[in-house]
Every structure is written in C-alpha cells, then in structure tokens.
C-alpha cells in the first residue's frame, strides 16, 4: 500500500507528491493507493451531499492518474487547525449528514476496497488545536459509541 498524502487540496498536492513518489520509488511494488480526504461542508443537506460527490470524483482522479485499487483510510467532514482548514472542527449534525452521504458512494465505487473514518476522538493537539467531539466515534471517556459511531458501526449498504 501506498504512502496516504494527507492535508487540505488533495486533488492536487495529494496527487502531485503521490507521482513524485511514484518516480522516485523505482521498482517499488504497490498494489494499493491510500489517500486522505477531509474538505467537507456538512452544515446543510445539499452541501453534505456536494461533499460526498466531491469526495468521489476525488477518488475517480485519483484512480484515473494511478489505475490501482484505492484505500481511503482516513476521510471524515473537515479535520486539522481551523487556520489551515476552513471545514475544521465541524459538529457532530454536520458530520452526520455527510456520513449518511457519502458511505452509500463508498460502498459503490468500483475501485475502492476499504475506508476508514477518522477518528474514534480527537484531542487538543498541537496539529489539530481544540478537541474535536464533531467527528468522535466514541464519547470522550470512551465508555459508549456517540450517535456517528453507531451509524458507522451498523450502516448495512443498500442492497
């Protein structure tokens, strides 16, 4: 599997560091391109949904430049420093309505094998400033699955 480019632009930083290492890893063998995806808007229904199909013409470019099966292995609605990221630090309302989005498309695409969300909780660090419960799989003591950690554990893909 691939180095995962992570950072805000992925269309193209994401993708031009992947070719750059793609050329400088000669004779390298990867099966698998990982990537990161995290520009996102998920304060309303339309935008949430905008988000999700951005999310998969992202990963039908990047197969389109690569022609390998992807891992999407960290993806969520807007992560990092809100300096850097206008998307940062979004509620758990928004990151709902994206998840609800954008797991059908997941689970459609012909070229993705697996994705991941990010994250069970995201403290206050230094590269993401202020505790993130928007985007939290479980509650901060970790005792219980928060309302998008129960969807993401038992969404079944529309048969």
């Given at each position: 599997v691939s180095p995962a480019p992570g950072g805000l632009n992925l269309l193209a930083r994401g993708q031009t560091w992947l070719r750059e290492f793609f050329s400088e890893c000669?004779?390298?063998?990867?099966?698998?391109?990982?990537?990161?995806?995290?520009?996102?808007?998920?304060?309303?229904?339309?935008?949430?949904?905008?988000?999700?199909?951005?999310?998969?013409?992202?990963?039908?470019?990047?197969?389109?430049?690569?022609?390998?099966?992807?891992?999407?292995?960290?993806?969520?609605?807007?992560?990092?420093?809100?300096?850097?990221?206008?998307?940062?630090?979004?509620?758990?309302?928004?990151?709902?309505?994206?998840?609800?989005?954008?797991l059908p498309k997941l689970e459609a695409h012909p070229h993705l094998e697996r994705y991941s969300w990010f994250q069970t909780w995201q403290p206050n660090t230094p590269s993401h400033p202020g505790a993130n419960p928007g985007c939290a799989l479980v509650t901060e003591d970790k005792s219980e699955l928060t309302d998008l950690g129960r969807f993401y554990n038992s969404y079944q893909p529309p048969t």
């Open positions: 000669k004779g390298c063998r990867v099966d698998v391109v990982a990537v990161h995806f995290y520009e996102c808007d998920g304060s309303t229904q339309a935008t949430a949904e905008a988000a999700a199909q951005a999310t998969i013409t992202f990963l039908d470019q990047v197969y389109a430049n690569f022609g390998k099966p992807m891992w999407l292995t960290e993806f969520n609605c807007g992560d990092g420093d809100p300096a850097d990221n206008p998307y940062a630090n979004q509620t758990k309302e928004n990151h709902l309505r994206y998840m609800k989005a954008v």
